[in-house]
Protein backbone atom coordinates (compact mmCIF):
# COMPACT_ATOMS: atom_id res chain seq x y z
CA UNK A 1 0.00 0.00 0.00
CA UNK A 2 2.77 2.35 0.82
CA UNK A 3 3.87 2.20 -3.07
CA UNK A 4 0.53 2.79 -4.00
CA UNK A 5 0.79 6.09 -1.63
CA UNK A 6 3.48 7.19 -3.48
CA UNK A 7 2.82 6.30 -6.76
CA UNK A 8 -0.39 8.48 -6.22
CA UNK A 9 1.58 11.51 -4.94
CA UNK A 10 4.15 11.34 -7.96
CA UNK A 11 1.22 11.00 -10.74
CA UNK A 12 -0.41 13.92 -8.81
CA UNK A 13 2.58 16.18 -8.89
CA UNK A 14 3.20 15.11 -13.07
CA UNK A 15 -0.44 16.12 -13.66
CA UNK A 16 -0.26 19.05 -11.84
CA UNK A 17 -2.22 19.18 -9.22
CA UNK A 18 -2.48 21.70 -6.65
CA UNK A 19 0.32 21.27 -3.97
CA UNK A 20 -2.33 21.37 -1.00
CA UNK A 21 -3.08 17.84 -2.78
CA UNK A 22 -0.16 16.77 -3.66
CA UNK A 23 0.63 16.53 0.12
CA UNK A 24 -2.54 16.22 1.77
CA UNK A 25 -4.15 13.63 -0.45
CA UNK A 26 -1.09 11.15 0.80
CA UNK A 27 -1.51 12.24 4.21
CA UNK A 28 -4.86 10.82 4.24
CA UNK A 29 -4.65 8.39 2.85
CA UNK A 30 -1.57 7.23 4.60
CA UNK A 31 -4.22 7.42 7.94
CA UNK A 32 -6.80 5.51 5.93
CA UNK A 33 -4.89 2.41 5.44
CA UNK A 34 -1.93 2.43 7.32
CA UNK A 35 -2.79 3.38 10.50
CA UNK A 36 -6.39 3.07 10.18
CA UNK A 37 -6.79 2.89 14.06
CA UNK A 38 -6.24 6.55 14.82
CA UNK A 39 -9.14 8.61 16.12
CA UNK A 40 -10.09 11.02 13.23
CA UNK A 41 -10.27 14.31 15.09
CA UNK A 42 -6.06 13.41 15.66
CA UNK A 43 -5.71 14.35 11.99
CA UNK A 44 -7.76 18.05 12.32
CA UNK A 45 -5.82 18.76 15.62
CA UNK A 46 -2.67 17.80 13.65
CA UNK A 47 -4.01 20.23 11.14
CA UNK A 48 -4.71 23.25 13.38
CA UNK A 49 -2.51 22.83 16.27
CA UNK A 50 0.38 22.31 13.20
CA UNK A 51 0.73 26.22 12.82
CA UNK A 52 -0.77 27.56 16.06
CA UNK A 53 2.51 28.76 17.05
CA UNK A 54 3.32 32.51 17.74
CA UNK A 55 6.65 32.01 16.03
CA UNK A 56 5.12 31.52 12.55
CA UNK A 57 3.33 35.23 12.74
CA UNK A 58 6.24 36.48 12.10
CA UNK A 59 5.20 35.05 7.86
CA UNK A 60 2.54 37.50 7.38
CA UNK A 61 3.91 40.09 8.33
CA UNK A 62 7.48 40.32 6.65
CA UNK A 63 4.88 39.17 3.61
CA UNK A 64 2.97 42.33 4.08
CA UNK A 65 5.82 44.69 4.41
CA UNK A 66 7.44 42.88 1.66
CA UNK A 67 4.20 44.12 -0.61
CA UNK A 68 4.43 47.65 1.21
CA UNK A 69 8.05 48.68 0.38
CA UNK A 70 7.75 46.96 -3.18
CA UNK A 71 4.76 49.06 -3.87
CA UNK A 72 6.59 51.80 -2.44
CA UNK A 73 9.74 53.61 -2.46
CA UNK A 74 11.53 52.44 0.65
CA UNK A 75 12.96 49.94 -1.97
CA UNK A 76 13.75 52.52 -4.50
CA UNK A 77 15.89 54.79 -2.27
CA UNK A 78 17.57 52.30 -0.72
CA UNK A 79 18.49 50.99 -4.29
CA UNK A 80 19.61 54.40 -5.06
CA UNK A 81 21.97 54.58 -1.80
CA UNK A 82 23.75 51.36 -2.96
CA UNK A 83 24.07 52.81 -6.63
CA UNK A 84 25.62 56.34 -5.17
CA UNK A 85 28.50 54.19 -3.78
CA UNK A 86 29.28 51.49 -6.78
CA UNK A 87 27.32 52.49 -10.11
CA UNK A 88 29.77 54.00 -11.47
CA UNK A 89 32.50 51.61 -10.78
CA UNK A 90 33.63 48.73 -13.33
CA UNK A 91 30.20 46.08 -12.98
CA UNK A 92 28.72 48.96 -10.81
CA UNK A 93 25.44 48.23 -11.82
CA UNK A 94 25.08 44.58 -11.32
CA UNK A 95 27.18 45.48 -8.24
CA UNK A 96 23.68 47.75 -7.11
CA UNK A 97 21.57 45.16 -8.53
CA UNK A 98 22.91 42.05 -6.31
CA UNK A 99 23.23 44.51 -2.96
CA UNK A 100 19.79 46.53 -3.58
CA UNK A 101 18.57 43.02 -3.59
CA UNK A 102 20.19 41.88 -0.36
CA UNK A 103 18.91 45.14 1.12
CA UNK A 104 15.73 44.61 -0.02
CA UNK A 105 16.10 40.97 1.43
CA UNK A 106 17.23 42.34 4.61
CA UNK A 107 13.05 43.84 5.36
CA UNK A 108 11.47 41.37 3.74
CA UNK A 109 12.37 38.06 3.65
CA UNK A 110 10.91 37.27 0.60
CA UNK A 111 12.51 35.75 -2.72
CA UNK A 112 9.49 36.95 -5.39
CA UNK A 113 8.75 39.76 -3.64
CA UNK A 114 12.61 41.34 -4.66
CA UNK A 115 12.15 39.94 -8.14
CA UNK A 116 8.91 41.91 -8.66
CA UNK A 117 10.65 45.29 -6.79
CA UNK A 118 14.54 44.69 -8.03
CA UNK A 119 13.19 43.90 -11.76
CA UNK A 120 11.20 47.21 -12.29
CA UNK A 121 14.29 49.41 -10.91
CA UNK A 122 17.10 47.03 -12.04
CA UNK A 123 16.72 45.73 -15.44
CA UNK A 124 16.25 49.01 -17.39
CA UNK A 125 19.24 50.35 -15.56
CA UNK A 126 21.25 46.84 -16.09
CA UNK A 127 20.44 47.23 -20.21
CA UNK A 128 21.35 50.57 -20.31
CA UNK A 129 24.94 50.07 -19.23
CA UNK A 130 25.60 46.96 -21.37
CA UNK A 131 24.29 44.19 -19.92
CA UNK A 132 23.00 41.20 -22.62
CA UNK A 133 19.59 40.61 -21.81
CA UNK A 134 20.01 37.24 -20.97
CA UNK A 135 22.53 38.33 -18.56
CA UNK A 136 20.14 41.11 -16.78
CA UNK A 137 17.48 38.52 -16.40
CA UNK A 138 19.71 35.73 -14.65
CA UNK A 139 21.29 38.10 -12.36
CA UNK A 140 17.96 39.82 -11.20
CA UNK A 141 16.76 36.48 -10.66
CA UNK A 142 19.72 35.18 -8.68
CA UNK A 143 20.46 38.04 -6.59
CA UNK A 144 16.69 37.91 -4.98
CA UNK A 145 18.15 34.26 -3.73
CA UNK A 146 19.26 36.52 -1.39
CA UNK A 147 16.53 37.33 0.10
CA UNK A 148 15.83 34.59 1.29
CA UNK A 149 19.30 34.17 3.07
CA UNK A 150 20.19 37.49 4.80
CA UNK A 151 17.88 37.93 7.35
CA UNK A 152 14.93 37.68 8.50
CA UNK A 153 13.94 35.02 5.99
CA UNK A 154 10.54 33.28 6.13
CA UNK A 155 12.41 30.07 4.94
CA UNK A 156 14.81 30.24 7.63
CA UNK A 157 11.41 31.06 10.00
CA UNK A 158 9.62 28.02 8.55
CA UNK A 159 12.47 25.69 9.10
CA UNK A 160 13.24 27.22 12.61
CA UNK A 161 9.77 26.36 14.01
CA UNK A 162 9.71 22.82 12.16
CA UNK A 163 12.83 21.89 13.69
CA UNK A 164 13.26 23.76 17.00
CA UNK A 165 16.09 25.56 15.85
CA UNK A 166 17.09 29.01 17.52
CA UNK A 167 15.72 31.55 14.84
CA UNK A 168 18.02 33.64 15.93
CA UNK A 169 20.75 32.02 15.41
CA UNK A 170 19.49 30.79 11.60
CA UNK A 171 18.96 34.60 10.74
CA UNK A 172 22.99 35.20 12.15
CA UNK A 173 24.07 32.20 10.19
CA UNK A 174 22.15 33.07 7.14
CA UNK A 175 23.99 36.89 6.94
CA UNK A 176 27.56 34.63 6.58
CA UNK A 177 26.46 32.60 3.86
CA UNK A 178 24.16 35.75 2.64
CA UNK A 179 27.10 37.50 1.87
CA UNK A 180 29.06 34.69 0.42
CA UNK A 181 26.48 33.88 -2.42
CA UNK A 182 26.40 37.95 -2.68
CA UNK A 183 29.71 38.83 -3.06
CA UNK A 184 29.98 35.28 -5.67
CA UNK A 185 27.85 36.51 -8.14
CA UNK A 186 29.72 40.14 -7.71
CA UNK A 187 32.58 38.23 -8.98
CA UNK A 188 30.90 36.94 -12.01
CA UNK A 189 29.47 40.78 -12.87
CA UNK A 190 33.00 41.73 -12.78
CA UNK A 191 34.32 38.79 -15.13
CA UNK A 192 31.31 39.61 -17.22
CA UNK A 193 32.05 43.48 -17.18
CA UNK A 194 36.02 43.03 -18.01
CA UNK A 195 35.24 41.18 -21.30
CA UNK A 196 32.89 43.30 -22.43
CA UNK A 197 33.72 46.85 -20.82
CA UNK A 198 30.37 47.41 -19.74
CA UNK A 199 28.20 48.47 -16.33
CA UNK A 200 29.54 51.48 -15.14
CA UNK A 201 26.94 54.27 -14.60
CA UNK A 202 27.77 57.90 -14.41
CA UNK A 203 29.01 58.89 -11.39
CA UNK A 204 26.30 60.66 -9.08
CA UNK A 205 27.72 64.23 -8.42
CA UNK A 206 24.91 65.09 -5.86
CA UNK A 207 26.01 65.96 -2.19
CA UNK A 208 25.95 62.67 -0.24
CA UNK A 209 24.26 64.38 2.46
CA UNK A 210 21.09 64.55 -0.03
CA UNK A 211 21.23 61.35 -1.21
CA UNK A 212 21.42 59.69 2.44
CA UNK A 213 18.65 61.84 3.71
CA UNK A 214 16.89 60.81 0.95
CA UNK A 215 16.90 57.60 1.96
CA UNK A 216 17.39 57.76 5.91
CA UNK A 217 13.74 56.97 6.68
CA UNK A 218 14.52 53.55 4.63
CA UNK A 219 17.56 52.73 5.98
CA UNK A 220 15.72 53.04 9.36
CA UNK A 221 13.81 49.76 8.44
CA UNK A 222 16.55 46.89 8.34
CA UNK A 223 18.33 49.00 11.18
CA UNK A 224 15.03 48.67 13.49
CA UNK A 225 14.69 45.20 11.98
CA UNK A 226 18.29 43.48 12.51
CA UNK A 227 19.13 45.98 15.19
CA UNK A 228 16.08 44.88 17.34
CA UNK A 229 16.61 40.88 16.88
CA UNK A 230 20.46 41.22 17.48
CA UNK A 231 20.22 43.37 20.54
CA UNK A 232 17.47 41.16 21.86
CA UNK A 233 15.19 44.01 21.89
CA UNK A 234 12.62 41.83 19.77
CA UNK A 235 11.93 38.46 18.86
CA UNK A 236 11.67 37.80 14.89
CA UNK A 237 7.77 38.15 15.07
CA UNK A 238 8.18 41.38 17.09
CA UNK A 239 10.21 42.83 14.63
CA UNK A 240 8.10 41.72 11.45
CA UNK A 241 5.35 43.26 13.59
CA UNK A 242 7.47 46.97 13.75
CA UNK A 243 8.45 46.69 10.44
CA UNK A 244 4.84 46.79 9.11
CA UNK A 245 3.96 49.23 11.03
CA UNK A 246 7.07 51.40 10.33
CA UNK A 247 6.64 50.97 6.36
CA UNK A 248 3.21 52.25 6.45
CA UNK A 249 4.19 55.22 8.72
CA UNK A 250 7.21 55.96 6.45
CA UNK A 251 5.32 55.53 2.92
CA UNK A 252 1.81 57.24 3.70
CA UNK A 253 3.25 60.34 5.93
CA UNK A 254 6.93 60.68 4.89
CA UNK A 255 7.19 59.78 1.14
CA UNK A 256 3.46 59.96 0.80
CA UNK A 257 3.10 57.37 -1.76
CA UNK A 258 0.61 55.24 -0.07
CA UNK A 259 -3.65 55.80 -0.24
CA UNK A 260 -6.19 53.89 1.21
CA UNK A 261 -6.89 52.08 -1.84
CA UNK A 262 -3.23 50.77 -2.34
CA UNK A 263 -3.70 49.93 0.82
CA UNK A 264 -6.31 47.60 0.57
CA UNK A 265 -4.70 46.17 -2.26
CA UNK A 266 -0.97 45.39 -0.73
CA UNK A 267 -2.91 44.02 2.25
CA UNK A 268 -4.89 41.49 -0.70
CA UNK A 269 -2.28 40.17 -2.21
CA UNK A 270 -0.33 39.84 0.82
CA UNK A 271 -3.32 37.84 2.57
CA UNK A 272 -3.37 35.74 -0.73
CA UNK A 273 0.50 34.71 -0.53
CA UNK A 274 -0.34 34.03 3.56
CA UNK A 275 -3.21 31.98 3.23
CA UNK A 276 -1.15 29.63 0.41
CA UNK A 277 1.62 29.24 3.10
CA UNK A 278 -0.52 28.23 5.93
CA UNK A 279 -2.58 25.63 4.34
CA UNK A 280 1.04 24.16 3.17
CA UNK A 281 1.97 24.46 6.59
CA UNK A 282 -0.59 22.97 8.37
CA UNK A 283 -0.99 19.74 5.69
CA UNK A 284 2.48 19.75 5.87
CA UNK A 285 2.42 19.17 9.28
CA UNK A 286 -0.28 16.11 9.07
CA UNK A 287 2.25 14.41 6.80
CA UNK A 288 4.85 15.32 9.10
CA UNK A 289 2.92 13.22 11.83
CA UNK A 290 2.78 10.47 9.57
CA UNK A 291 6.39 10.47 8.49
CA UNK A 292 6.89 10.57 12.33
CA UNK A 293 4.90 7.45 13.03
CA UNK A 294 6.50 5.24 10.36
CA UNK A 295 9.73 6.36 11.81
CA UNK A 296 11.42 7.09 8.42
CA UNK A 297 14.08 8.66 9.71
CA UNK A 298 15.01 5.70 11.51
CA UNK A 299 14.72 3.66 8.07
CA UNK A 300 17.39 6.44 6.67
CA UNK A 301 19.66 6.53 9.51
CA UNK A 302 19.55 2.49 8.99
CA UNK A 303 20.13 2.90 5.35
CA UNK A 304 22.99 5.11 6.00
CA UNK A 305 24.63 3.03 8.49
CA UNK A 306 24.12 -0.03 6.56
CA UNK A 307 26.53 1.73 3.30
CA UNK A 308 28.83 3.11 5.71
CA UNK A 309 27.75 6.57 4.87
CA UNK A 310 28.96 9.07 6.75
CA UNK A 311 28.43 13.25 7.29
CA UNK A 312 30.07 14.11 3.73
CA UNK A 313 27.95 11.64 2.04
CA UNK A 314 24.86 12.44 3.53
CA UNK A 315 25.09 16.12 2.93
CA UNK A 316 25.39 14.78 -0.58
CA UNK A 317 22.56 12.78 -0.92
CA UNK A 318 20.81 15.80 0.40
CA UNK A 319 21.74 18.17 -1.73
CA UNK A 320 21.21 15.92 -4.92
CA UNK A 321 17.46 15.80 -3.44
CA UNK A 322 16.44 18.93 -2.75
CA UNK A 323 18.17 20.08 -6.03
CA UNK A 324 15.80 17.50 -8.10
CA UNK A 325 12.62 18.28 -6.00
CA UNK A 326 13.27 22.24 -6.57
CA UNK A 327 13.15 21.25 -10.21
CA UNK A 328 9.21 20.25 -9.61
CA UNK A 329 7.73 21.54 -6.52
CA UNK A 330 7.51 24.87 -5.11
CA UNK A 331 9.79 25.71 -2.12
CA UNK A 332 7.81 25.24 0.92
CA UNK A 333 6.51 22.04 -0.31
CA UNK A 334 9.92 20.76 -0.64
CA UNK A 335 11.21 21.94 2.72
CA UNK A 336 7.84 20.76 4.32
CA UNK A 337 8.17 16.73 2.59
CA UNK A 338 12.23 16.25 2.84
CA UNK A 339 12.94 18.28 6.56
CA UNK A 340 11.09 16.04 8.70
CA UNK A 341 12.82 12.60 7.55
CA UNK A 342 16.44 14.53 7.01
CA UNK A 343 16.55 16.17 10.20
CA UNK A 344 16.92 13.53 12.63
CA UNK A 345 19.55 11.78 10.39
CA UNK A 346 21.57 15.34 10.79
CA UNK A 347 21.02 15.06 13.98
CA UNK A 348 22.22 11.48 14.45
CA UNK A 349 25.13 12.03 12.73
CA UNK A 350 26.44 14.97 14.12
CA UNK A 351 25.51 18.12 12.22
CA UNK A 352 24.96 21.26 13.44
CA UNK A 353 21.05 22.04 12.78
CA UNK A 354 21.93 25.49 11.75
CA UNK A 355 24.92 24.36 9.15
CA UNK A 356 22.23 22.15 8.49
CA UNK A 357 19.56 25.01 8.19
CA UNK A 358 21.84 27.44 5.84
CA UNK A 359 22.53 24.25 4.12
CA UNK A 360 19.02 23.66 3.31
CA UNK A 361 17.75 27.48 2.58
CA UNK A 362 20.34 27.78 -0.31
CA UNK A 363 19.00 24.13 -1.38
CA UNK A 364 15.61 26.60 -1.59
CA UNK A 365 17.28 29.54 -3.26
CA UNK A 366 18.63 26.96 -5.82
CA UNK A 367 15.37 25.83 -6.51
CA UNK A 368 13.62 28.61 -6.96
CA UNK A 369 15.51 29.42 -10.23
CA UNK A 370 16.19 25.57 -11.47
CA UNK A 371 14.15 25.02 -14.66
CA UNK A 372 11.73 23.94 -15.16
CA UNK A 373 9.49 25.00 -12.36
CA UNK A 374 11.71 27.65 -10.71
CA UNK A 375 9.02 29.85 -9.04
CA UNK A 376 10.96 33.37 -9.01
CA UNK A 377 11.44 32.29 -13.00
CA UNK A 378 7.91 33.18 -13.62
CA UNK A 379 7.70 35.75 -11.42
CA UNK A 380 10.01 37.70 -12.93
CA UNK A 381 8.72 36.57 -16.61
CA UNK A 382 5.08 38.29 -14.85
CA UNK A 383 7.06 41.06 -13.95
CA UNK A 384 8.78 42.36 -16.63
CA UNK A 385 7.06 40.69 -19.60
CA UNK A 386 9.76 38.44 -20.85
CA UNK A 387 9.56 34.89 -22.25
CA UNK A 388 10.09 32.00 -20.11
CA UNK A 389 12.80 30.77 -22.07
CA UNK A 390 15.13 34.04 -22.15
CA UNK A 391 15.17 34.17 -18.30
CA UNK A 392 16.00 30.26 -18.37
CA UNK A 393 18.53 31.03 -21.06
CA UNK A 394 20.22 33.73 -18.42
CA UNK A 395 20.13 31.30 -15.18
CA UNK A 396 22.67 28.87 -15.98
CA UNK A 397 25.73 31.01 -15.40
CA UNK A 398 24.18 31.20 -11.91
CA UNK A 399 23.07 28.05 -11.30
CA UNK A 400 26.46 27.23 -11.51
CA UNK A 401 27.90 29.57 -9.13
CA UNK A 402 25.18 28.36 -6.71
CA UNK A 403 26.12 24.84 -7.10
CA UNK A 404 29.72 25.80 -6.27
CA UNK A 405 28.79 28.14 -3.26
CA UNK A 406 26.53 24.53 -1.89
CA UNK A 407 29.56 23.08 -1.71
CA UNK A 408 31.91 25.26 -0.19
CA UNK A 409 28.86 26.43 2.26
CA UNK A 410 28.22 22.12 2.61
CA UNK A 411 32.17 21.32 3.84
CA UNK A 412 32.91 24.12 4.73
CA UNK A 413 30.43 24.43 8.35
CA UNK A 414 32.66 27.47 9.48
CA UNK A 415 30.42 29.59 6.64
CA UNK A 416 27.57 28.99 8.33
CA UNK A 417 28.42 28.92 11.97
CA UNK A 418 31.47 31.01 12.30
CA UNK A 419 28.90 34.11 13.37
CA UNK A 420 26.20 32.24 15.46
CA UNK A 421 29.02 30.97 17.62
CA UNK A 422 30.56 34.72 18.22
CA UNK A 423 27.13 36.05 19.39
CA UNK A 424 26.33 32.86 21.63
CA UNK A 425 29.98 33.35 22.96
Known amino acids: MTVIIILTALAMLVLGFEM ?11 KAFIFPRIPDPILIQ ?11 LAIPFFIFAAELMASGQIAKRLTELIKYFVGHRLGGIGHTTIFGSMAFGSVSGSAPATVAAMGKLMYPELRKTGFSEKFSLGLIISSAETALLIPPSITLIIYGWMTGTSITGLFIGGLGVGLTLGIAFSVLVVVDSLRKGIGRAEKNTAPFVGVFTAAAWALGLPVIILGGIYSGL ?19 CI ?66 VFFLAGMFIDPNSALLILVPPLFPVALSMGIDPIHFGEIVCLNICIGMI ?52 LVAG
Open 255 to 320: YRNLTFSRLFNITERAAISTTIIFILLGVGSVLSYFVTLAQVPTLITQFLTDIEAGPITFLMITNL
Open 20 to 30: LLVLGVPAFLT
Open 234 to 252: FTPTEAAAVSVVYAILVEA
Open 46 to 56: KLIGGINFSTL
Open 370 to 421: TPPFGLDIFVASSTLEKPVMSIINGVWPFLIINILVLILVTYVPGLATFLPS
